[in-house]
């Protein structure tokens, strides 16, 4: 017996209803316009590892950043129907080059990546600073005072400070050399030196 012909009706309305299946289902996003984000300006240099990136993009792309020195891109915003988007990226010590581009919500379309962007991380200290060694006893009457003359290195980057009080620049020698007044009792004189980007030696990284 010959099946009869499905009317049409019913034929549309079940391409109809695959359609919309089709719509709410992963390819879904097909219809969601991806392009590339815009990335507001960074400093070239930072002492923080982590980054804060903002931006503007269409609505419902995914942000990603490719690190130059990684093989995986990281999500920095998901995809949300804000046109601003901001998102934190972790740096290593050094140069990081990156780009950043959009997706759609599933990942399967991508924009183009943006022109490249170089943020330098500069977390570390200069080297720890020295003291010369120098007579660990002078004799000074009490209430009396006499000027003594202390001397050490330090790292080129950093300049170097007594008591918090700077007593050489960051002027790229590594030699210093400071007149202090000695006073009768102990005369304790604490080193530290600091870089351009405020990363300091402490006494933890530099015991005395």
């Known amino acids: 017996m010959r099946a009869s012909p499905m009317p049409i009706a019913l ?3 079940l391409t109809l209803i695959g359609l919309l299946q089709t719509g709410c289902g992963k390819g879904g996003s097909t219809k969601i316009e991806v392009t590339l984000p815009t990335v507001e300006s960074v400093p070239p240099r930072t002492r923080v590892p982590e980054v804060i990136l903002t931006g503007t993009r269409t609505p419902k792309n995914a942000i990603w950043a490719q690190l130059k020195a990684h093989p995986n891109p990281v999500l920095v915003a998901p995809a949300v129907k804000n046109k601003r988007w901001s998102g934190a990226l972790t740096l290593e010590e050094g140069v990081n080059t990156f780009v950043v581009f959009a997706s759609d919500p599933d ?37 009396e005072s006499i000027p003594f003359t202390l001397s050490g290195t330090k790292g080129s980057d950093g300049d170097l400070a007594l008591n918090g009080e700077e007593v050489a620049p960051r002027d790229g020698q590594t030699t210093w050399s400071a007149a202090v007044t000695l006073t009768s ?24």
């Open 11 to 13: 034929t549309l309305l």
């Open 185 to 208: 009792g102990a005369n304790p004189f604490p080193l530290r030196s600091t870089d351009d980007m405020g990363n300091s030696t402490d006494a933890t990284r530099c015991p005395a």
């Open 107 to 143: 990942n399967v379309r991508f924009s183009q990546p943006s022109p490249e962007v170089q943020i330098e991380l500069d977390s570390t200290p200069p080297v720890c600073p020295t003291l010369t060694a120098h007579p660990g006893t002078v004799k000074v009457a009490v209430g």
